[in-house]
């Protein structure tokens, strides 16, 4: 199967300079966990929620947040972003997919055309609902038996 079939799009994106404050916010609002990082259409990284995590206060949001902690909401994208991710065409196979995330320790994969517009993106979770779907579709009740 190629991955324009199993992509998600539209795809959530930042900018270079958006602030962490951000990036905390649209993933708190959301269920995902990578924004791709863009300017004028053209992609240039990825970030994931655990970049995130990694960047700010653990005290954020809590009773012990100090003006420190919450000064780390002011970093920007670029600070803490993936820079040149591996991407793929919309046109490749969920097996290409595969060989990229058991390659490089990755957890998405940004689709771009051949001017690197971002078109999509593909997660191990978007691999797996796949193979989920596929074996329900040919999943054969204990009680009976395939002939």
Known sequence: M????????PVVTVELNDSLRTVKEIF?????????????GELFGVIS?????????PHIGTLLE?????????????????RKPVTLRRSADVFEAIAL???????????TDTENRIEGIVSWRDIFRLLEANRQKTAVPINQSRT
């Open 2 to 9: 190629i991955l324009e079939k199993i992509m998600s799009k």
């Open 28 to 40: 708190d609002s959301s269920s995902f966990h990578h924004l791709l990082v863009e300017e004028h």
């Open 49 to 57: 929620d655990r970049d995130l995590l990694r960047a700010i206060s």
């Open 66 to 82: 100090t003006n420190r902690d919450a000064a780390t909401l002011n970093k920007r994208v670029h600070q803490i972003m993936t």
């Open 101 to 111: 995330f058991n390659r490089h320790r990755i957890s998405c994969i940004p689709i």
